[in-house]
């Protein structure tokens, strides 16, 4: 007779068969042990039976669909190095930029997580954290976003987790928040004429005349307009050639915050802007100014000089010293036209802007005036028609609303007079 083979057959305290790999621990719960392919030993907890069998059968799971069952101890910064690693294809600035926003709101707490246990509702915390606790705005945390999303999914790509955690949770952040991304607003005719207006006669402000006309006149970029050298200005053919941009962003080196020349924004970037009129003049007016108060240009930026906008000093101006000035004339100017005509009357004011507003509100003059739709976009660098169509379709919408009104005043006093 053959031998009977005793199979090491065990139970639980409630007399529940475990199976191989499972064992009920002295001090409550349950564990059960594997070894992977190279030989590793892992093992994972659940405080009972019945939970143990489910991780059990979500582990059979993942390995059959290359889910790596082996990265506990991965953490979120872990992903992160590896995505610092093979970020490419962003210009330098981006790239920098990206490193501060993890680095300062993400790799002391967040970053800190392990990968594989990061669910929606962590991401959803950590987003409302930053938003009430630090007081961001919800397009820094759209910055936060972006990256944390890349981050998740190389985890995604190298198999590590099944599913990117951060999907879709900025759009519930704002719809929790109540946020409305505001569209950016033009300058009215009317308050495009009293800004253009009020610099050109305010002794105070003529200086800064120049480079606003000319921004309201071409719709540049900041960075394509402070950035522009005399070179690129063809005052014979009326063309102005727009091939880089000035930024001015941290390196993260020994020398910190400076400028640098990039390409522009995108290839469509790269175009040529004819001159509308006074634009040459607005020029010329610049050259006169630098002429006549010995400004003396200085700058020289990655092998770039010749800048026709530069401060007192010679230096490329910043956007931040622009922006500043337009603060302060928008608050003189206003100043002004009420201490003229009062408030009662409703008077033209101008609201609180920036250099991007003056380019949305050329592209929207552009765009009330009637011209081609992709001659806007050339003009203006878009590299997708659709941001073109926007203004578009918003400018559209107002005048209709224009002209409607202007009809329903139209029958008003047509009935008045019958």
Same mark, same amino acid.
């Given at each position: ?34 070894? %992977? ?106 910055? *936060? ?32 928040? =109540? ?86 924004? %995108?290839?469509?970037? %790269? ?39 530069? =401060? ?21 100017? =206003? ?82 007079? *019958?």
């Amino acid at each position: 007779m053959g031998k009977t083979i005793k199979r090491n057959v065990r139970f639980d305290s409630h007399h529940i068969r475990l199976k191989k790999g499972e064992t009920e621990k002295a001090k409550g719960g349950y564990e059960y042990r594997w070894t %992977t392919d190279d030989g590793k030993r892992h093992s994972v907890f659940a405080p009972t039976l019945e939970r143990l069998r489910e991780i059990e059968e979500d582990l059979i799971v993942d390995e059959h669909d290359g889910i790596k069952t082996d990265v506990k101890a991965l953490t979120v910064n872990d992903c992160y190095w590896l995505w610092k690693d093979m970020k490419r294809g962003v210009k330098d600035s981006t790239f920098k930029n990206y490193i501060y926003m993890y680095e300062t709101f993400v790799m002391p707490t967040f970053g800190q997580k392990r990968v594989t246990q990061v669910k929606k509702s962590d991401v959803k915390r950590f987003y409302n954290r930053l938003a009430d606790d630090k007081i961001l705005k919800i397009s820094t945390i759209d910055n *936060i976003h972006n990256i944390l999303h890349q981050v998740f999914q190389v985890a995604v790509d190298d198999n590590y987790i099944r599913l990117n955690p951060t999907d879709k949770m900025l759009k519930e952040l704002k719809i929790a928040h =109540n946020h409305e991304v505001d569209k950016r607003k033009a300058l009215t005719l009317a308050q495009q004429e009293l800004f253009i207006d009020f610099i050109q006669k305010s002794p105070k402000y003529q200086r800064w005349y120049p480079v606003f006309f000319i921004m309201l006149n071409t719709g540049m970029r900041v960075g394509e307009l402070t950035g522009l050298r005399w070179k690129d200005v063809d005052f014979e053919n009326g063309y102005i050639d727009v091939n880089h941009t000035l930024v001015y962003y941290n390196h993260r080196d020994a020398l910190g915050c400076y400028f640098s020349i990039n390409t522009p924004k %995108t290839e469509a970037g %790269t175009r040529k802007i004819p001159m509308a009129s006074g634009v040459r003049e607005a020029f010329e007016l610049e050259r006169e100014y630098q002429r006549d108060t010995g400004v003396e240009n200085v700058s020289r930026v990655d092998g770039y000089d010749d800048f026709i906008f530069v =401060n007192r000093f010679g230096q490329v101006q910043h956007q931040g010293t622009l922006n500043k000035a337009i603060k302060r004339i928008m608050r003189d100017c =206003n100043d002004e036209v009420i201490e003229k005509e009062g408030i009662e009357n409703d008077p033209v004011l101008l609201p609180n802007f920036s250099c991007h507003t003056l380019r949305h509100t050329f592209a929207t003059r552009l765009c009330e005036s009637g011209i081609n739709v992709k001659v806007i976009q050339d003009v203006l660098g878009h590299a997708d028609i659709s941001t073109t169509m926007d203004i578009y379709v918003d400018v559209m919408d107002e005048l209709k609303k224009r002209e409607i009104a202007s009809f329903d005043s139209y029958m008003a006093k047509s009935r008045e007079t *019958i």
